[in-house]
């Protein structure tokens, strides 16, 4: 897997992950990314996971996007979980609010 080009948005603060096991769960992921990388639990990087079972995909949310810059590549390098090849990109920018 190669490094991620961090978008120019600097509200991006998200990692789309796709492909995983159809068996994962919500706290299974949430164990591989930080016995993966315990840099996340040492730096409270983390934010939250959302999983979307029925796509087998996740986002993995994060506090700055300092923590998702510094996650994206470690991130990318994991590549295969229970036999699948998992992809991973950026999130997409949060909607403009009407604030």
């Given at each position: 897997?190669?490094?991620?080009?961090a978008?120019?948005?600097?509200?991006?603060?998200?990692?789309?992950?796709?492909?995983?096991?159809?068996?994962?769960?919500?706290?299974?992921?949430?164990?591989?990314?930080?016995?993966?990388?315990?840099?996340?639990?040492?730096?409270?990087?983390?934010?939250?996971?959302?999983?979307?079972?029925?796509?087998?995909?996740?986002?993995?949310?994060?506090?700055?996007?300092?923590?998702?810059?510094?996650?994206?590549?470690?991130?990318?390098?994991?590549?295969?979980?229970?036999?699948h090849?998992?992809?991973?990109?950026?999130?997409?920018?949060?909607?403009?609010?009407?604030?």
């Amino acid at each position: 897997a190669q490094a991620l080009t961090a978008p120019q948005d600097e509200r991006i603060r998200t990692l789309f992950f796709a492909g995983l096991p159809n068996n994962i769960n919500q706290d299974e992921l949430h164990t591989l990314l930080t016995t993966t990388m315990p840099a996340l639990n040492k730096q409270k990087a983390l934010a939250s996971i959302q999983l979307v079972t029925s796509s087998h995909c996740a986002f993995v949310h994060f506090n700055t996007r300092q923590d998702a810059d510094k996650m994206a590549t470690p991130l990318a390098k994991i590549g295969i979980l229970q036999d699948h090849p998992l992809r991973e990109a950026w999130g997409r920018p949060p909607p403009p609010s009407d604030t």
